[in-house]
């Protein structure tokens, strides 16, 4: 199944790259590598996930505070956010 991304969820993603990147060598690598895993694992099973409204779901990383929050349609799979599970709760629902 294809993933594609938000231009809003590309952003945080890119954010969150460079900003663990800036707090110690390799971790940047490190946090893209798991958010690569992550995806491979919500294409794989997109139904498998919690659910957050009718359209959405949620999967959560394992070693970082960040959830993808995506939209399974058809044969596709829409990153809608690149949520840090701390910060702001819901503020994504207005991009659906």
Known sequence: MKVSF???AQQELDEAIAWY???APGLGEIFLAEMRTTLTLIARHPLAWH???RETRRCRLRRFPYSVVFC?????VLVIA???QRRRPDYWRGRL
């Open 51 to 53: 659910k957050l409204s």
């Open 6 to 8: 938000l231009t809003s």
């Open 82 to 84: 690149i949520a840090h």
């Open 72 to 76: 399974p349609t058809g044969e596709e």
């Open 21 to 23: 990147a800036a707090q």
